[in-house]
């Protein structure tokens, strides 16, 4: 089985799950700010929009695990077909597959310790 259908099971509605934590979509879009963020000050307006989300760091952590590990599959399996990957197509591929097999960025589900941690992007409502 290949990793990208691994991460796809792991991500399924079916896997049992030791733990799972909630995020709120605007704190997803916080994190996702963060990474775009250009200027030390914006960093630091966003950190303190951060500082009482529980567990932020690990959350934030194992969606970054996730994406790396889509990411270096995707390709991976692009160059066992023959295709060339380059800088340029990278990011166009990776964010491809992963808003695929997050289902729309809502879940990142990995395995850390032989545990089943998943991160579940959930409604402000």
């Known amino acids: 089985m290949s990793t990208l259908e691994k991460l796809r099971n792991l991500n399924s509605n079916d896997q049992v799950v030791n733990h799972e934590f909630l995020l709120h979509e605007d704190h997803y879009d916080l994190l996702m ?3 775009e963020a250009e200027t030390d ?3 630091e307006e966003i950190f303190e929009q951060m500082s009482d989300i529980p567990n932020l760091a690990y959350i934030a ?3 970054e695990y996730w ?3 889509v990411g270096s599959a995707s390709i991976k399996r692009e160059i066992d077909r ?3 990957v ?3 197509n990278k990011s166009e591929l990776e964010e491809t597959v992963c808003e695929e097999l997050s289902l729309e960025f809502t879940r990142f589900t990995v395995e850390i310790d032989d545990e089943i941690i ?3 992007v959930v409604s402000n409502d």
């Open 61 to 63: 952590s194992v969606i």
């Open 118 to 120: 998943r991160v579940q």
């Open 41 to 43: 000050d914006e960093e």
């Open 82 to 84: 023959g295709y060339e």
């Open 67 to 69: 994406e790396n590990k």
């Open 33 to 35: 700010d963060l990474a």
């Open 86 to 88: 380059t800088m340029e």
